[in-house]
C-alpha cells in the first residue's frame, strides 16, 4: 500500500495536537458509529474485506469521517491520496487523476480521499467523474453538509452514502478516558481529573470527539502543577470553554428546568424570557435538535390551528439545525422560538388527542362501522363491508350524513377549536358542517 498526504518535511516535525496523536489507525479503536462499524455491519465489513468502492462520508464536524478515512488507509493495499478541498484546484486535480490513471494501467487501485468536498465547485467535482466511471479511482468524500444539495447528482450516484451521528456523551467519556491513559495522549503524565469534570467537558463538547480532546488538552495545559502531578478542576474546565456558571449536566435536573422555562415562556407570549432560556441552553451545549424537536412539538400543541404556520416554521428550523448545526443554527431556532412567542394560542388539538386516547384505551374493542370498511373480496362485500358507504366527492356540498364514529360514540366531540387567529375561521367552518348534517339527518 502507499499512502500519500498533502504535508510538507517542515509539518512532520511540528508538535500534533492531542486529537491528532490519538487518531484511531484501526476500526476496533475507533469510538461511535456503531451503526456502521459495529460487527457484522456493512462498513465494518467492507473496510474489513479491503472491498472499498466509492463513498462519502456525512456527518456534523468531529465525528470520524476523516478517522474512518484513515483506517482505510491503513488498511488497503490500493494507493491512497489524502486530497484536501480547501488548498486544490482544478489544476491538482488533473495532476491526481493523472497519477492515478497510471496506477490503474499497472494493475493499481487509487483511492483518493477529499476532505470537505463540499467546497469543491461542480467544474471540480466533475473533473472526478471521468476517473470514477471508468474506475480509474475509487472516491472517498467527507462533507458536513447534505451530500444531495451539495455533491453534483452524477457523482453522488456513483458513491454510497453513509450517514454519521453526533457521539454521545458515553462515546466521549469513553475517549476522554483513552486520552488520559494512553501513551500518545496523557498516560505518561500523572493528571488528577473528577468524572464530573470530564463530563462537563463532554458535554460542552456536544457529540464532537476533536471538540471534547481539544478541551481536555487545554485544561491539563491550564491545570494546577504540584511537582510531578497535574490536577484540573472544574474552573479550569469552565476558563477554557467560557462556560462560567453555564455548564450542566443534560440528563439532570437543570436540562429539564430550562426547557420547561423555555416551553413555559413561549406559552405565556414573552419572547423576551424565551430567547433567554433558549440562550441560556445552547451557551451550556446543549443539543440544538433537542431544543427544535421540542420547539416543534409546542407549535401544534400550544398553537395549533390558531396559526398553522407556526408548525411550518418550527419544521424548517429543525432542519436548519440538522443542516447547519451550531452556532450558525442559533439565529433559525431565535426565529422559531419569537414566532411561536407571539403566535396566537391555542391547546385545542392536544386536548383532543388526550380525549380520543382515553376512549381509544377504554373501549379497544369498539368494531370499525361496516360502511366505512374498504371490501377487498367478495366475501367482504356479501357481508356487508362498504354497504352504505357516501362518497362526499359525488354530492354539491361535498358533505355527506354518513356517521364515521361507532355508535357507543355517537355525539362525542373531540376537537373544540377556540376563538384564537385562524382557529375561530376553522371553528366557523366546523359549525357550518355540524349544522349541516343536523339539517340533513346526520
Sequence with gaps: MAFEE??????????????????????????GQQHLIGPGKVLRRIIEQDAVSS????????????????VIAHQTKATFINFSAVTSGIKEIRTVMQQAEDNRRFGEKTIVFVDEIHRFN??????FLPFVEKGSIILIGATTENPSFEVNGALLS??????????????LMQLLHRALKSPRGFGSQKVVIEEDVLRL?????????????STLEMAVLNGRLEGDTTTVTAEDVEQCTSRKSLLYDKNGEEHYNLISALHKSMRNSDPDAAVYWLARMLEAGEDPLYVARRVTRFAAEDVGLADPRALQIAVAAYQACHYIGMPECTVHL???????????????LYKAYEHAKKDALTQLDEPVPLHIRNAVTKLMKE????KGYQYAHDTADKLTDMRCLPDSLLGTEYYQPTDQGLEKKYGERLAQIKQWKKEHGG
Excluded: H
Design 383 to 386: 357481508v356487508g363491508y362498504g
Design 6 to 31: 498533502q504535508t510538507t518535511l517542515f509539518e512532520r516535525n511540528v508538535y500534533q495536537p492531542l486529537a491528532a496523536r490519538l487518531r484511531p489507525q484501526t476500526l476496533d479503536e475507533v469510538v
Design 158 to 171: 456513483r458513491c454510497r452514502v453513509f450517514v454519521l451521528k453526533a457521539l454521545s456523551e458515553d462515546d
Design 334 to 348: 431565535t426565529e422559531a422560538v419569537v414566532y411561536l412567542s407571539l403566535a396566537p394560542k391555542s391547546n385545542a
Design 122 to 127: 461542480k467544474a471540480q467535482q466533475d473533473a
Design 201 to 213: 467537558i463532554a458535554n460542552f463538547a456536544n457529540g464532537d470527539a476533536r471538540m471534547a480532546l
Design 55 to 70: 463513498m462519502i462520508f456525512w456527518g456534523p464536524p468531529g465525528v470520524g469521517k476523516t478517522t474512518l478515512a484513515g
